[in-house]
């Protein structure tokens, strides 16, 4: 799972800085971006937050963040034919 690497490009997409981003989730700038760096795990009133803060529903940031090492190994084809359309589709309604 990535997900600090995709809240960091969502964040990046509407134009806010760590400063600004932390700030709106009431956490500090370093703590935003160990969460990016993927280095710390924030949890989960703090991934709400930043979801909110994001305009993305938290179990769509967690779809984005997932990789084909977090699918079980016989499901793997399937998340990959049905991945990049439905990431496709979410970049759409999300404007991400």
Same mark, same amino acid.
């Given at each position: 799972m990535? %997900? +600090?690497n995709i809240i960091k490009n969502i964040r990046k997409q509407k134009g806010l800085?760590? /400063?600004e981003f932390a700030s709106l989730c +009431? *956490?500090?700038?370093?703590?935003?971006s160990q969460i990016e760096s993927n280095s710390k795990e924030? /949890?989960?009133?703090?991934l709400r937050e930043i979801s909110d803060n994001l305009k993305i529903p938290l179990? *769509? %940031?967690?779809f984005l963040s997932m990789t084909e090492?977090?699918?079980q190994p016989s499901k793997r084809?399937?998340?990959?034919i049905v991945s990049p359309s439905v990431k496709s589709l979410v970049n759409e309604f999300f404007a991400v």
């Open positions: 990535d %997900l +600090g800085t760590q /400063n +009431g *956490i500090t700038q370093t703590y935003l924030p /949890n989960l009133s703090t179990p *769509i %940031l967690f090492d977090d699918v084809k399937a998340f990959e």
